[in-house]
T-cell receptor
Framework: DAGVTQSPTHLIKTRGQQVTLRCSPISGHKSVSWYQQVLGQGPQFIFQYYEKEERGRGNFPDRFSARQFPNYSSELNVNALLLGDSALYLC???????????????FGPGTRLTVL | GESVGLHLPTLSVQEGDNSIINCAYSNSASDYFIWYKQESGKGPQFIIDIRSNMDKRQGQRVTVLLNKTVKHLSLQIAATQPGDSAVYFCAETTGFQKLVFGTGTRLLVSP
């Protein structure tokens, strides 16, 4: 079975530009969360969506937004990019895919964003 | 505020040794804890989890211990192998799906 998939793998943007990152959850999972991981640190929570509704938001500016589609895939948008937005953006999904815990989050490989 | 920290940033062991990675958390309301393994260039990989109503949970070659009295979490890896070399994160959650991660411990396994 396919795990969480993310696209693109790598992305290079310049300051002030906008970026859209995409995530497809594990089949059957209804919850998607986004995390930002700066080099050398642990992931930081950005958003969580469940059944297309925002369930949680981390301490990130309004330049960051997200949405979830009817097929449970998700997009993360970042406007007016800053150098400090350079990071690995991780998507995680959770849900009752095989009768296991609904709390366990499984991560995708991430999108490496570089802002020049 | 919420925080999850690790005592040792780097742990070096010999192949075949047992490894212990420690983690301290500050939010006594946290009710679910997870250990993730992250290899270079990859996303975090789920290793094992434990709920706050448990003290110990075992998986294949891994054991997680939870001490709520001192708010301490540990991951034990038996017979450590070179393939176990990675950064290990503990994470906690108090609410629906928001994980709070620490900065990580790098495990280096020498053959």
């Amino acid at each position: 079975d396919a795990g969480v998939t993310q696209s693109p793998t790598h992305l290079i943007k310049t300051r002030g530009q906008q970026v859209t990152l995409r995530c497809s959850p594990i089949s059957g999972h209804k919850s998607v969360s986004w995390y930002q991981q700066v080099l050398g640190q642990g992931p930081q929570f950005i958003f969580q969506y469940y059944e297309k509704e925002e369930r949680g938001r981390g301490n990130f500016p309004d330049r960051f937004s997200a949405r979830q589609f009817p097929n449970y895939s998700s997009e993360l948008n970042v406007n007016a990019l800053l150098l400090g937005d350079s990071a690995l953006y991780l998507c995680a999904s959770s849900g009752e895919a095989s009768g296991g815990s609904t709390d366990t989050q499984y991560f995708g490989p991430g999108t490496r964003l570089t802002v020049l | 505020g919420e925080s999850v920290g690790l005592h040792l940033p780097t742990l070096s062991v010999q192949e075949g040794d047992n490894s212990i990675i420690n983690c301290a958390y500050s939010n006594s309301a946290s009710d679910y804890f997870i250990w993730y393994k992250q290899e270079s260039g990859k996303g975090p990989q789920f290793i094992i989890d434990i709920r706050s109503n448990m003290d110990k949970r075992q998986g294949q070659r891994v054991t997680v211990l939870l001490n709520k009295t001192v708010k301490h979490l540990s991951l034990q890896i038996a017979a450590t192998q070179p393939g176990d070399s990675a950064v290990y994160f503990c994470a906690e959650t108090t609410g629906f799906q928001k994980l709070v991660f620490g900065t990580g411990t790098r495990l280096l396994v020498s053959p």
